[in-house]
Structure formats: structure tokens, C-alpha cells
């Protein structure tokens, strides 16, 4: 079948949910993705941040190799070794104490509701119900993770969603302590935010969040499940400020491309929880926690997370000169290898051209082209990313 078969049949048959780019990907090696024409595409998006060491990595084949040799599905009525040492390694990686697993990372959130709102019912506080995110959010699609996300185009649509939830200014403290109270039961927050835009958490809001939280008696949640594994160049991009939460979920990069969510949590939280009271038939499986525990173990190397921040530096470099080359781009934010240019021209209209320059780039709103290339990319890759970054925005100069 040819490319504009396919196009065809997934118009036919499959939700147009989705704005899809027009070709069809086949196979991947590195940071390289081809179409089923045979062109070359640099992923500077990892399949939103997912696979962070790549496509068609040795480290996870090998994973895979073993996995399938063991046991698929087990259910969570049974011990098994593979979610076992998931949980150990996760825990010594961090603050937590327990894990609980999930598939994705909007059941994460889930979950971290779900706990928050427990954890205050065993304090004997039964009314304390209050959930509070914050602008720019984005916890995911499920009805309560949406419920936390700020977005008004993904929110309307189902409304009403559940009650009790409020939203702050991201990065503005008095708007924070104007919205957290002694009803608070949890605040969510992402210590980097992804899809609102690429911007990190200033030192002062997040340290300002825990004092909050400690004095209203309220959990305090990071959501890493974009910023987390490496991506800002610590394992969880917390552990570059002095604060840690009660609660972090994790999601996307964890299974290297295999659907896998935590929620780390502290002993005082873990204790609230009783048998029965949360659950998943998939979750935590064998197959897809011997994968995840070996992208763990490799991306939480120290060598491997240094070069993360070199390269994370040499990227920020290069995009900063890519400002006086060109008249599309106002200024840059990120971190590690998490950058967001912010745009005077649409940023849809450079994702939608960057693949003609054989480039893969994603977006954070309407302003902010996002970047989040796999960690194993190379600086000989970056230069590349960059050249066709800069390829894309000339041409889209010429065009106006
Ligand atoms: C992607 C994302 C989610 C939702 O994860 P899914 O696996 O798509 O459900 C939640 N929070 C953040 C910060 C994300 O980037």
C-alpha cells in the first residue's frame, strides 16, 4: 500500500481525533525516523518525550529480548520479581518510599487525586477535598486529570468535570496563597511545564509551594511525567531545586516506548492507602517493567545524565545564535535538553513545514516550538536539528 492508501483508510476507520502529518512512518535508528518512501526525518520530539534513548535502541531490544522469554501478564493478585525491583530502584532514585503503577500518565494523575483526597479522609477530615493546579497546566485527558489541566479547548468540550478544583498563575506565589487553603487536600504542579509552554518552575514558586502545603496540611504533587527522567538533566527535574513533594507521577519516557505510569509517594502517604481501595488489571506488568527497569538503569547514570547537560548546554547555544540569524524567534526557555522557542510567527506553521527540511519538531501553544530531542542525541545531530531548524524558519520567511 502506498503512502496515500494508508492516509485514505486511517480517514476511514480511525477517530480523526489526531492532525497527522502527511507520510507514513516505517523504522527508526537513533534519533532518525524514515517514511515508508524512504526519507529522513531528525525526531527532535521523541514521540513527546517518550523515547528518550531513541528509536531501535540496543539497550531496549535487549530488555525486550529478555522480557519476552518471561511472563507477559500476571495481574496484581500475584508477586512478580520484574515490579518488584521497578519499585526498589525508583524509590532509592528519589524522596519516594512506594510505588503505585499505572499505564500512562494521565492514570497517574488519576491516582495522585485519587490519594490526595484519601490521605486527608484518614486525617479525619472528611470535607477537605480541595484539588488546585495551576495556568499553563497539563495533567492529561482522563475526566479528573482534565479537571487539572488548564487548557480551555480540551476542557469545554466535556464539561462538567469533577468539582472542587481551582487553578492558580503558574510561577506567581501570592496567586498561589490566595488559592490554597485549609480545604486543600493536594496542589499539582510541573516542576518544568511541557505543553503550556516549556516553562520552568522559578526556584522561589516551587520552595513557596511546599511552605504552603506544609502549613495548610495539603500534599504537594510533581508531575514529571514530561520534565522526569533526564530530560532537564537530573534524573527528575526536582532534583535540580531544594524541594521535594509528597507525591511525583511519572509516565512517558519511563518505558522508553512501552505504555508504563508511577506514582511515587511518601510513607505517610503510602499508609493511607489499604488493599483494595486502587487497582489496575495491566498495570505494573512483567514484560513492561523489565523494560522500564533498564531504561531506568541507564538514564539515572551519572555519565550518562552529565551528558545530558553538556549536550542540554550545547543546544541552548546553538538556539540562542539561531535568535540573530533569523527573525522568527523573540527568545528561548528550557532546560537540559527540554527548550521551547518562543515565536513571532505561529508555531504550527513551523511543525507542519519542518518535516519538508526533514525535521520533526513539536509545539506548546500557539507561540512555542518544543523540543525534546532523545538524550542520545549526538552534538553532531544537534548541529544538524539546528541547521534544519533554521532551514524551516527561512523558509517560512520566504513564504510571507
Ligand atoms: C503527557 C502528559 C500527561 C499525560 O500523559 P498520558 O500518558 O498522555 O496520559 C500528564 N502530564 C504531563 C506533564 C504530560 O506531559
Not at 7 to 23: G, H, W
Not at 41 to 51: K, Q, T
Not at 320 to 345: D, E, F
Not at 383 to 397: A, G, K, P, Q, S
Request: hydrophobic fraction near 40%; charged fraction near 20%.
Amino acid at each position: 500500500m502506498n503512502t496515500q492508501e494508508i492516509i485514505e483508510l486511517e480517514k476511514q476507520y480511525i477517530m480523526q481525533t489526531y492532525k497527522r502529518a502527511d507520510f507514513v512512518l516505517e523504522r527508526g535508528e537513533g534519533v532518525w525516523l524514515y517514511d515508508t518512501v524512504g526519507r529522513q526525518y531528525l525526531d527532535a520530539g521523541s514521540g513527546i518525550a517518550v523515547n528518550a534513548l531513541g528509536h531501535h535502541s540496543e539497550v531496549i531490544s535487549q530488555a525486550i529480548k529478555g522480557a519476552a522469554e518471561g511472563l507477559l501478564h500476571t495481574a496484581n493478585l500475584y508477586y512478580t520479581v520484574p515490579q518488584t525491583l521497578l519499585a526498589r530502584d525508583l524509590c532509592q532514585s528519589c524522596f519516594a518510599d512506594k510505588v503505585f503503577f499505572s499505564n500512562s500518565g494521565t492514570e497517574a494523575n488519576e491516582g495522585a487525586f485519587k490519594f490526595a483526597r484519601k490521605w486527608a479522609k484518614a486525617q479525619g477530615n472528611p470535607t477537605k477535598t480541595g484539588l488546585v493546579a495551576f495556568s499553563g497546566s497539563f495533567h492529561g485527558r482522563t475526566m479528573g486529570a482534565l479537571a487539572l489541566t488548564s487548557t480551555l479547548k480540551y476542557r469545554t468540550p466535556f464539561e462538567p468535570l469533577i468539582g472542587d478544583t481551582t487553578f492558580g498563575e503558574f510561577n506567581n506565589l501570592d496567586s498561589a496563597k490566595a488559592v490554597i487553603n485549609d480545604h486543600t487536600c493536594g496542589v499539582i504542579v510541573e516542576p518544568v511545564q511541557g505543553e503550556g509552554g516549556v516553562t520552568p518552575s522559578s526556584p522561589e514558586f516551587l520552595a513557596g509551594l511546599r511552605e504552603l502545603c506544609h502549613r495548610h496540611n495539603a500534599l504537594l504533587i510533581f508531575d514529571e511525567i514530561q520534565c522526569g527522567m533526564g530530560r532537564t538533566g537530573t534524573l527528575w527535574a526536582h532534583q535540580d531545586y531544594s524541594v521535594t513533594p509528597d507525591i511525583m507521577t511519572s509516565a512517558k519516557s519511563l518505558g522508553g516506548g512501552l505504555p508504563i505510569g508511577a506514582i511515587l509517594v511518601t510513607e505517610a502517604v503510602a499508609q493511607t492507602l489499604q488493599a483494595g481501595e486502587h487497582g489496575s488489571t495491566f498495570a505494573g506488568g512483567p514484560f513492561v517493567c523489565t523494560v522500564a527497569h533498564a531504561v531506568l538503569n541507564h538514564i539515572q547514570r551519572p555519565e550518562f545524565l552529565a551528558e545530558v547537560q553538556a549536550k542540554g548546554a550545547y543546544l541552548a547555544e546553538k538556539l540562542q545564535n539561531l535568535i540573530s540569524r533569523t527573525s522568527s524567534i523573540a527568545s528561548i526557555r528550557g532546560k537540559g535538553l527540554m527548550w521551547g522557542l518562543v515565536c513571532h510567527i505561529p508555531a504550527a506553521e513551523v511543525m507542519a513545514a519542518a518535516p519538508q527540511h526533514g525535521l520533526l519538531v513539536l509545539v506548546a501553544g500557539e507561540k512555542i516550538v518544543r523540543l525534546l530531542p532523545p538524550l542520545i542525541i549526538t552534538e553532531a545531530e544537534i548541529d544538524l536539528l539546528v541547521e534544519r531548524l533554521f532551514n524551516t524558519l527561512l523558509w517560512l520567511e520566504g513564504q510571507r
